[in-house]
């Protein structure tokens, strides 16, 4: 049974840095995306970021490029989201997905994603 379980969120000030973590079992990474996605009661699953198992390739939403970091430890099944200079509009659940691997249009959205954590809640004050 696959199981994604998130964790590392809490609460920060804006500027702050968060690392999230998302801890894989019960499967075995080929060709995979993991991804890391939000959620506020205005928006739906946004999409933040992919790294695609099999070559490491990355590919970042322009809201946080530059700020978070998705990065995977092969040897925990592990993988990771370093939120640097957080802002308040930061605040959301975030969640961690694994899916098949795609082409990049279809790893920004959300239905592509099998399998999901549920959730960290991150909230950032000014």
């Known amino acids: 049974q696959v199981q994604l379980v998130e964790s590392g969120g809490g609460l920060a000030q804006a500027g702050d840095s968060l690392r999230l973590s998302c801890d894989v079992s019960?499967?075995?990474?080929?060709?995979?995306?993991m991804a890391w996605f939000r959620q506020t009661p205005a928006v739906d699953r946004e999409f933040l970021a992919t790294?695609?198992?099999?070559?490491?390739?990355?590919w970042y939403a322009d809201s946080v490029k530059g700020r978070f970091t998705i990065s995977r430890d092969n040897a925990k099944n592990t993988v990771y989201l370093q939120m640097n200079r957080l802002k308040p509009e930061d605040t959301a659940i975030y969640y961690c997905?694994?899916?098949?691997?795609?082409?990049?249009?279809?790893?920004?959205?959300?239905?592509?994603?099998?399998?999901w954590g549920r959730g960290t809640q991150v909230t950032v004050s000014s």
């Open positions: 790294l695609m198992i099999p070559d490491g390739t990355t």
């Open positions: 997905a694994l899916g098949p691997l795609r082409g990049i249009s279809s790893l920004l959205h959300p239905g592509t994603y099998d399998y």
């Open positions: 019960g499967h075995t990474f080929g060709d995979d995306a």
